[in-house]
Each structure stands twice: as structure tokens, then as C-alpha cells.
């Protein structure tokens, strides 16, 4: 394990690398896509600390191996938050240690809200990184409107540290709200369901979350999250239950119990997913959903959809046979899937990603060689070309 102290050491490493690095910050997504073969792992880790925070220009910037729980904690103070709210994945993976910014980023891992505020990369505004040959780059800067140049920020946000090390990131931040709320919603199956997260959604209310918890007897439960100020959560609340009573039952689940839902609702909680179980995730339009989760029916599956039906997560059988499945079901749907979990064997042997269409492939080998021309930084990490 290679953790150097600062940027210009891990440039240091990098230039005098001549084997593969497999890239990492706490390493706590060892079973996230692709495993990487590699002479030695380059950690970001020892690379900590907020190096900017102004909170009257909602700006941050911080090393990428600075823990999350540290920057969130950092943003409480001052009535701050992460707006697309990055999940804590560490128990998922099985992991001691807590996720940190750089891996966040690179991921592009984001949480309920995404649906409102975006992903993690549009909230990125700047970033230090060393590329495949040892070079210090910087991307963006540390406010809101910058033009300096291509956008690679929004093209390393994703890239799962195959095209460069992040060294520092810079993150636009929000005010958190003052108050939240639930709406839990009991249907009679998943197409109700997601008719009663799309009539939330398209409402004036302002819903910040809207996921949906199927049954193992068909059935499921609609979750719709408001935040504001108290007055605004009380009053939307109200109008919002009255609107979503033609779909089933309501119930309104006040602060607590609302943080504490949505906070097991964006790290996959209640899809109750056994450690010996491979895990998928699968982006379609809501509309598909119910399709999806039809072709995937099963007694050995469990399932949780997000972003208002917009995200299914899948837990299973880690086998090919299993993956099969769920490729076949994400083709059906015109959506795209993700192996989000699994044993390292599986990994290997399937595509862990929604293959490109050649004309992207072609672009996206081009960026690689560009970026990382001795492929140097998590090869074979997304795919086996790359």
C-alpha cells in the first residue's frame, strides 16, 4: 500500500510507476464493479483535510481522502449539507472505514435527492488530480461561475479512478432544510405505487424523495419526503395527503422517524440484501419499473426502488445466471444496469456495465489514452479494455 503525504509525492509515485495501480481512498468499494489487477494499491487516504469552507458562498474545498463523516460534520455546524446526500456504504460493503470525498467523486455515488438536485458531478466546481504521466492538472476553480476551460470535472466524477487520482475536490454545498416529513403510502402493487410517486413528483409540493418498498405479497409502500422550514413542511404535508389518499392509506411520519427512513433508504437498507448476495442496480424511466421488477419477479430476489421508481435496486443469487437476468431486463426496458456487488469470480467473468455503443467506446478509449496513456490507474476497473 503506497499512501503518500501530499499531491506532489503521489506525483511522484506516478511517474515512477511502470505497473498497473489499482486507485483507491479508504478502499471501501472493493467490491464494486470490475476487480483491478495491480502491482501495488495507491491510496489517497493520508491525503486529508479541508483546505476551504466558505459558508456564505457555499463553497468547500477538501484533500480526497478526507473521511465523508468529516465533511459532514464540518457543513452541520453550519446548517449545511451535501445536497445529492452520498450514501454511507460502508457496512454494505462489508468495510471498516468510512467512504471518503475523493471515492465519493470518482463514484459519483448519489442518494434520494438526486432527483431534485442532481448528481454529485453537478455539484462539483473544481478539482486537482495527477494524470497517467505524473502531471499535476487542475479543473474549474472555487466558485460558482468559472470557465477554465474543458470541463473535466464532470468527466472524472464517474470514472471510478481510471482516468487520473484526485488529489482535492471542490464541492458546491446548500443550506439544509429546517424541517422534514414523510408520506408513506400503502399500495396495492408497484404500478400504484409509482403513480403515486409520479403525482408527488409532478405536485407543487416540492418532494425531495420518493422511493417505493415492495412486499413480498405484491404489495408495497410509497415514500414521498418533503423539507423546508416547519410551517411549509405542516402545510404541504397536508395538501399533499389529501392528493395521495386516492392511491391507498396515509400516513405522515414526522422528523425522526422521516431522517431515520430516508437516511436506510439511501444507503439500500430495506432492500435487505444477504452478504453472500450480488447487488444491481438498474436506472430506467418509472414508467418501466413495474416491468422490470415483473421480469425479475422471484422469491430468492429482493428489491427497493429509488428516484421516484427511476432506480431498482436488486438483490440475488451471485450468478451468472442471475446477471443474465438481469441483463436481459434492463435491454427490455431501454435502461441500463449496474453489477453493484459481488463475489470478485462474478466480477470477472460478466460485464459489470451496460456495454457503449462502439462510436462511445471509441470516444472514451481515446479520452483514456489521453488521460492515462500508459494505463496505469485501475486497469480493466469499468471494463476489460479499459
Same mark, same amino acid.
Given at each position: ?223 414521498? $419526503?418533503?423539507?423546508?422550514? @416547519?410551517?411549509? *413542511? !405542516? ?5 399533499? %395527503?389529501?392528493? +395521495? /389518499?386516492?392511491? =391507498? ?35 430506467? $424511466?418509472?414508467?418501466?419499473? @413495474?416491468?422490470? *421488477? !415483473? ?5 430468492? %430476489?429482493?428489491? +427497493? /426502488?429509488?428516484? =421516484? ?78
Amino acid at each position: 500500500m503506497i499512501e503518500p503525504r501530499d499531491e506532489a509525492a503521489l506525483a511522484d509515485v506516478v511517474r515512477a510507476a511502470h505497473e498497473p495501480l489499482a486507485i483507491e481512498g479508504n478502499g471501501t468499494k472493493h467490491a464494486l464493479l470490475r476487480p483491478v489487477q495491480a502491482a501495488e494499491t495507491l491510496s489517497t487516504r493520508a491525503l486529508t483535510g479541508i483546505t476551504l469552507y466558505k459558508p456564505t458562498e457555499l463553497v468547500l474545498s477538501a484533500r480526497a481522502g478526507t473521511p465523508l463523516p468529516e465533511i459532514e460534520a464540518a457543513l452541520a455546524e453550519h446548517g449545511q449539507m451535501l445536497a445529492p446526500e452520498p450514501p454511507d456504504l460502508s457496512a454494505f460493503f462489508g468495510a471498516e472505514l468510512p467512504a471518503t470525498i475523493g471515492g465519493i467523486v470518482a463514484t459519483n455515488l448519489s442518494g434520494p435527492r438526486r432527483i431534485t438536485v442532481g448528481a454529485m458531478r453537478d455539484h462539483l466546481l473544481g478539482i486537482r488530480f495527477v494524470n497517467g504521466m505524473g502531471e499535476v492538472q487542475r479543473s474549474g476553480g472555487r466558485v460558482l461561475k468559472n470557465v477554465t476551460g474543458l470541463d473535466l470535472c464532470k468527466l472524472l466524477a464517474g470514472s471510478h479512478g481510471t482516468l487520473g487520482v484526485m488529489t482535492e475536490v471542490t464541492l458546491k454545498v446548500l443550506p439544509a432544510a429546517r424541517d422534514q416529513a414523510t408520506l408513506s403510502v400503502a399500495v396495492a402493487g408497484l404500478a400504484t405505487g409509482i403513480r403515486a410517486l409520479s403525482a408527488g413528483l409532478a405536485s407543487p409540493y416540492g418532494v425531495s424523495g420518493a422511493a417505493l418498498i415492495p412486499a413480498p405479497d405484491g404489495s408495497a409502500t410509497a415514500l414521498l $419526503r418533503l423539507e423546508d422550514f @416547519p410551517d411549509s *413542511v !405542516a402545510y404541504r404535508g397536508g395538501r399533499l %395527503r389529501d392528493d +395521495l /389518499l386516492a392511491h =391507498g392509506d396515509v400516513t405522515l411520519l414526522a422528523r425522526e422517524e422521516s431522517e431515520a427512513l430516508w437516511r436506510r433508504v439511501r444507503d439500500a437498507g430495506p432492500l435487505g440484501a444477504a452478504p453472500g448476495d450480488a447487488v444491481w442496480r438498474i436506472s430506467v $424511466r418509472p414508467s418501466a419499473a @413495474p416491468a422490470v *421488477v !415483473a421480469a425479475l419477479a422471484d422469491p430468492a %430476489r429482493k428489491m +427497493l /426502488l429509488d428516484w =421516484g421508481g427511476g432506480l431498482v435496486w436488486i438483490a440475488g443469487p451471485a450468478t451468472e445466471a442471475a446477471h443474465e437476468a438481469v441483463m436481459k431486463a434492463a435491454t427490455a426496458s431501454r435502461g441500463s444496469f449496474t453489477l453493484f456487488r459481488a463475489p470478485a469470480p462474478l466480477r470477472a467473468a460478466v460485464p459489470v456495465l451496460t456495454p457503449e455503443a462502439p462510436a462511445l467506446a471509441a470516444i472514451a478509449g481515446r479520452v483514456k489514452a489521453a488521460l492515462d496513456p500508459r494505463g496505469l490507474f485501475n486497469p480493466g476497473r469499468m471494463r476489460a479494455s479499459l
